[in-house]
């Protein structure tokens, strides 16, 4: 049996209600300003940012804390091209190659996005998380994680905000079948990757398709007593 961590009192300030309230209503405005960009400026963004923002990623709730991801940092140009190239040629097979459903293709269509990911070279870094599917102890020996997905989802998500919090923008980049990643960037067999992040500041001429956000009736059901 592994020890229990010592437990130690956790008591942040409670707040008067319409304080937090008034906080709850200027966090969703800013959540609600967050858009998915793909067309970026090439714009240099300091790597603490990009520090900043993987920190309070990890600090995300995670599966018996194992905290299984890890984030892969790339600024250097020639590796961002490799990228690319590599992301564009899966990329180029599933919208060209057939190998998307048509199904899938008709529900893309909306965004008009196509094979081609020219930002992968634009942008000052592009972040690949990776999930951990074991971990690995000192003496090589596996380590079994839980909730892997979940927890890994989670920090993508506070990836997102933190980089959002700073100004910046970012996409969910899924180039699918993803291995490529795991080659080019040098990840051991534990590691897959989960979401490749491009970041920076959006174009001064970005633009984002004009879509509408479901409303709070139609994402939430209320069983209460009133
Ligand atoms: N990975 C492809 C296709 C794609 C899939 C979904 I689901 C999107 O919301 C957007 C794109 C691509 O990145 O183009």
Redesign the pocket.
């Known amino acids: 049996m592994t020890d229990r961590y010592p437990f130690i009192p956790y008591r942040p300030e409670r707040l008067p209600i319409d304080v937090a309230l008034e906080r709850g209503q200027r966090a969703l405005a800013e959540a609600e300003a967050r858009r998915s960009v793909r067309d970026f400026s090439s714009d240099p963004v300091p790597r603490r940012a990009i520090e900043l923002a993987i920190q309070a990623a990890s600090t995300a709730p995670s599966g018996a804390h194992r905290q299984p991801w890890r984030f892969v940092a790339v600024s250097d140009p020639a590796l961002k091209r490799e990228i690319r190239v590599a992301a564009e040629a899966e ?1 180029r097979a ?1 919208y060209e190659g057939g190998r998307m459903p048509e199904e899938w293709r008709a529900a ?1 269509a909306p ?1 008009g ?1 196509t094979w081609k990911k020219p930002y992968l070279e634009v942008v000052p870094w592009i972040v690949v998380a990776f999930e951990q599917t074991y971990g690995v102890a000192d003496d090589g020996s596996r380590i079994k994680n839980y909730y892997v997905k979940e927890s890994v989802g989670i920090a993508c998500g506070m990836f997102i905000n933190a980089l959002h919090q700073m100004g910046l923008a970012t996409l969910t ?4 079948p993803m291995a490529f990643l795991s080659k080019i960037l040098g990840r051991p067999a534990n590691e897959k990757p989960y979401i490749l992040f491009p970041i920076g500041y959006p174009a001064s001429d970005a633009q984002v398709p004009d879509l509408k956000r479901k409303s709070l009736d139609s994402v939430s059901v209320w069983l209460t007593d009133e």
């Open positions: 990329e599933s893309l965004l996005t980049h899924t180039p699918s």
